[in-house]
């Protein structure tokens, strides 16, 4: 199809793909690259597994059903009947369809294949770091995977390799992730651009040395994001500072068992676990705390970060990923030596205890201000999609 009409840029139609299990944590991010892409296309197709609503004109939403599964077998199967499943919706889609973008799963090189074939361009964003990371982060965590979960991740990692290949463009959050994920011999098609614009929502209000000690986690409770070393580290932390509350936004595979944890140690005064919240409650959320805590093996560049600077909430955070790109310690957040517990005590109390919270508050949101306005971010993206 050609990109120009009477002499001008035709704006294209767009597929965005998730990954078949795609949960709530998840629906920020899309709806950022939906309000980042939507001006710049005539149409977008969501294709996903999950459930999913937007009201955003233009947008046409495909739900593929997907059931998860426990045994490695089970799971290859319902692999493959999904994979089945989106190139029977792709071939309708084939005559309209200008790009295909895979968000939040790049694993899927069948798709991606099919829809090559049929002369649709494809995108592959670099949200996470891949299952190969997820393998290292498994071996960091000291819990033992299960041979079918190891099993599971290699093949995933197989997988995202030969997709990475036949993928037309790669999408990173930065320079920082392209090394991680060693893309280098992909050079020519990696691109760097964000998509977690700042919203009117999120802005500065109830200044941070008038906070309560209030120490949040917010995010998908499963092992990758390090949420039990956080729950572990804090009886130390409580220890040390008795004036600290904690606050854990979330769901997940973990629930039960963070919710245990808190149960067995009498830590329910001093810990509110609140499950999913809207995303709209969120502004309101960062600023009762002291401390946002991200604690993960494993991260591209998470929306939360941005979303925490730039409402005035200091951010504790592992230096994996994109993060050191927009934490730089004691300038624009913290940073940690690492996620186990004892680093997480130290890390927190540090944090909690440092004299000039108020001029790093000040530095992370200049720094969003300038980096993450929506104006840029939607004009790395037309490049993206015009280039």
């Known amino acids: 199809m050609s990109n120009v009409m009477n002499g001008r840029p035709r704006k294209l139609n767009v597929g965005i793909f998730t990954h078949p299990f795609f949960a709530q944590a998840g629906h920020p991010a899309l709806d950022n690259i939906i309000a980042l892409l939507s001006p710049l296309t005539n149409k977008l197709f969501i294709i996903t597994g999950g459930v999913y609503d ?20 089970s799971k290859m199967l319902e692999k493959v009947l999904f994979d089945v499943r989106v190139i029977h919706l792709l071939s309708k889609l084939r005559k309209e369809m200008d790009i295909l973008i895979f968000f939040h799963g790049s694993n899927y090189p069948a798709p991606l294949l099919f ?49 990475y290949f036949f993928a037309d463009k790669l999408i990173a959050y930065s320079p920082s992730i392209v090394d991680e994920i060693k893309l280098h011999q992909y050079s020519k098609k990696v691109v760097i651009a964000r998509h977690s614009p700042v919203v009117d929502g999120y802005r500065l209000k109830n200044d941070i040395v008038h906070r309560e000690n209030v120490v949040g986690y917010i995010g998908r409770l499963s092992e990758e994001k390090g949420i039990l070393n956080l729950v572990h580290a804090i009886p130390e932390v409580l220890s040390k500072r008795n004036d600290v509350t904690f606050l854990i936004v979330g769901e997940g595979s973990l629930e039960d068992t963070v919710g245990t944890y808190v149960d ?21 959320c960062f600023a009762r705390l002291k401390l946002l805590v991200v604690p993960s093996y494993t991260e591209g560049l998470p929306a939360v970060i941005i979303e925490a600077m730039a409402c005035g909430t200091p951010v504790l955070a592992t230096p994996v990923g994109a993060v050191p790109d927009v934490l730089k310690d004691k300038e624009t957040g913290f940073l940690l030596n690492d996620n186990s517990p004892a680093c997480l005590v130290e890390g927190i109390t540090t944090a909690l205890a ?34």
């Open 115 to 163: 829809a090559r074939s049929q002369k649709i361009t494809c995108f592959l964003v670099m949200s996470t770091l891949g299952s190969a990371r997820q393998i290292g982060a498994v071996k960091q965590s000291g819990v033992p995977a299960q041979w079918g979960e190891r099993a599971r991740l290699r093949l995933s990692d197989v997988l995202e390799r030969i997709s």
């Open 354 to 387: 440092y004299p000039d919270l108020r001029r790093i508050v000040t530095s992370a949101r200049a720094l969003v201000e300038s980096e993450f306005r929506y104006e840029t971010l939607a004009e790395a993206w037309r490049d993206i999609l015009c280039r």
């Open 54 to 73: 937007n009201a955003t004109s233009g947008i046409e939403i495909f739900r593929i059903r997907a059931t998860e599964r426990k045994r490695l077998p």
């Open 264 to 284: 067995a140690h009498a830590l329910s005064g001093k810990v509110s676990l609140t499950g999913w919240i809207p995303h709209n409650e969120l502004p309101d």
